[in-house]
């Protein structure tokens, strides 16, 4: 059993930044996969962006050019680095590691 933890969410006015973490309670890359989703009131959870063990990552078209995924094996983390911040970013953003745990998600509002 892989515990999630994810961190840094809260209210930013557009055009701002927020760093989320995901921190696992074992090695985060003991899995092959790890990704960020988001779920909007009303909307079905989308992928954001997903990093392998090998540090191969992807980017979902509306975010590519503002977020970055990293990983940070020492500390179990794993990071989404979210810039130039859009109303419709606003979501429940959750961590998944190999599409079977998840964690409880922090809440980003993007407003002004």
């Known amino acids: 059993q892989v515990q999630l933890v994810e961190s ?10 927020l760093r989320l973490s995901c ?23 989308e992928l954001v962006a997903s990093i392998t063990r090998r540090g191969v990552s992807n980017y979902a078209a509306f975010v590519k050019g503002r977020f970055t995924i990293s990983g940070d094996n020492a500390n179990n983390t794993v990071y989404l680095q979210m810039n130039s911040l859009r109303p419709e970013d606003t979501a429940v953003y959750y961590c998944n590691t190999d599409n079977v745990y998840w964690g409880q998600g922090t809440q980003v509002t993007v407003s002004s």
């Not at 840094?8 to 930044?17: F, T, W």
């Not at 985060?28 to 909307?43: C, E, L, N, T």
């Open 8 to 17: 840094g969410g809260g209210l930013v006015q557009p055009g701002g930044s």
């Open 23 to 45: 921190t696992a309670s074992t090695s985060i890359f003991s899995a092959y996969v790890v990704a960020w989703y988001r779920q909007a009131p009303g909307k079905q959870r």
